[in-house]
C-alpha cells in the first residue's frame, strides 16, 4: 500500500519497564509519505489502439492509490520491448473514470511506430504525478508495469456491385481498370476461367466486387486487408459456384471476382437471376489478427441473359 486511511492508526500499548518508567497507552496518527505506483494488478495500463488517424487512441493508467493530479504531457516512461529502448508518448486529455485512474488520449509518439503489447511503463520522475497528500513520484526506478493493448477496428461497410456483361475478349482494354486485371493475373485467376463463348464469337463474363462505402472511406485503415470467396445460386437454391476465392485489390480496398457464367461442372448456366453470397474476412496483419479478424456476409442479385 501506498497510502493511509483512516483505520490506519498505530496504537501504542501501556507498557512498563522493568528497570523503572513506562510508557502511556496512546494513538498515533500516521502520515502518509509515500508517492503513488502504477497499480500491480493485470491490466493496470490498457491502451485501446483505433489503428486511424480520425480516433485518438486512449491510454488508461490505474495506480496505487487515488492519483490527484497530473501536470506533465510526458508522465511516463515506455520501454519497448523489441529493441529495449526508452520511447516518449506525448498524452493529454486527463479524465478520471475512477479516483485510482487516469484516462489519457494519446497525442503522439517517438522512437517508436507503435504502442506494442508487452512494452513497460512506469511514471516519470518528472511527471509530477501526485496522491491526495501531495506525494509526488520522483524516483527514475519505481515499479514498471507491463502494457496491455487492444487493436481496434472502425466501424466499415462494403456494398456488393455486379457489372455484367463484360466482354472479356478484349479484357485489357475493356471497362475493367489494368489495376484489377494486374491482381486477377497475379492470382491466376483469368488463367483458370475457361471462358464461355457467346453468340458471335465473343466470350463473356460478369464482374463481381465487394467496394468500400463512400461515406465512410476516409475511416479505413490504410493497411486494411480482406479475404473472401464467393458462392453463387440460382432462383431456387442449387449452387452454381461453390466458395471460390475472390481478388484483394489493396489500391481501392476492394474484393474482386470474375465469373465466367458457368457452374461448377463447367457448364454455361441459363438466363435468369442468380444470388452471389460473399463471406469475407478481415485478416489485417497489423491488428494482431491469428485466426481472423472481423467477418461479414454480403448478398447481391445478378442477372443472366441470353
Known amino acids: 500500500m501506498t497510502y493511509i486511511t483512516n483505520d490506519d492508526k498505530l496504537e501504542i500499548k501501556e507498557y512498563y519497564f522493568s528497570t523503572g ?30 489503428m486511424v488517424d480520425t480516433v485518438s487512441d486512449t491510454l ?38 475512477d479516483p485510482d485512474k487516469m484516462k489519457f488520449y494519446v497525442v503522439s509518439l517517438s522512437g517508436v511506430d507503435y504502442m506494442e503489447n508487452g512494452d513497460t511503463l512506469w511514471i516519470k520522475e518528472t511527471g509530477r504525478v501526485s496522491d491526495t497528500q501531495g506525494n509526488f513520484q520522483n524516483n527514475n526506478k519505481n515499479t514498471r508495469r507491463k502494457l496491455y493493448v487492444e487493436r481496434k477496428v472502425m466501424p466499415y461497410t462494403f456494398i ?29 485467376i483469368l488463367d483458370d476461367l475457361g471462358l464461355s463463348q457467346a453468340t458471335g464469337g465473343s466470350y463473356y463474363g460478369m464482374l463481381i466486387m465487394v467496394v468500400p462505402d463512400p461515406d465512410n472511406i476516409g ?37 474482386v471476382y470474375v465469373w465466367n457464367i458457368k457452374n461448377e461442372n463447367d457448364r454455361t448456366v441459363g438466363s435468369g437471376m442468380y444470388a452471389a453470397i460473399i463471406e469475407m474476412e478481415d485478416v489485417t496483419e ?19 441473359r441470353e
Not at 75 to 80: G, H, I, S, V, W
Not at 160 to 165: G, I, L
Not at 235 to 253: I, P, Y
Open 160 to 188: 456488393p456491385k455486379a457489372v455484367s456483361p463484360v466482354d472479356l475478349t478484349n479484357i485489357h482494354i475493356n471497362i475493367i481498370p489494368s489495376e484489377i486485371i494486374t491482381v486477377l493475373n497475379n492470382q491466376g
Open 286 to 304: 497489423s491488428l494482431g489478427f491469428q485466426n481472423g479478424g472481423k467477418k461479414q456476409l454480403k448478398k447481391i442479385m445478378v442477372g443472366v
Open 21 to 50: 518508567g513506562k510508557i502511556d497507552k496512546k494513538t498515533v496518527t500516521i502520515i502518509d509519505k509515500i508517492a503513488p505506483i502504477i497499480h500491480w494488478a493485470a491490466r493496470s495500463a490498457f491502451l485501446v489502439d483505433y
Open 219 to 255: 475511416e479505413f485503415l490504410t493497411d486494411l486487408e480482406l479475404e473472401g470467396d464467393m458462392s453463387i445460386f440460382d432462383a431456387v437454391g442449387n449452387q452454381v459456384v461453390a466458395r471460390s476465392e475472390m481478388a484483394w485489390w489493396d489500391e481501392k480496398k476492394s474484393l
Open 60 to 97: 488508461t493508467v490505474r495506480f496505487s492509490e487515488s492519483v490527484e493530479r497530473v501536470t506533465s504531457d510526458e508522465p511516463l516512461y515506455f520501454l519497448d520491448q523489441d529493441n529495449n529502448a526508452i520511447y516518449t508518448v506525448k498524452l493529454a486529455g486527463v479524465s478520471r473514470p
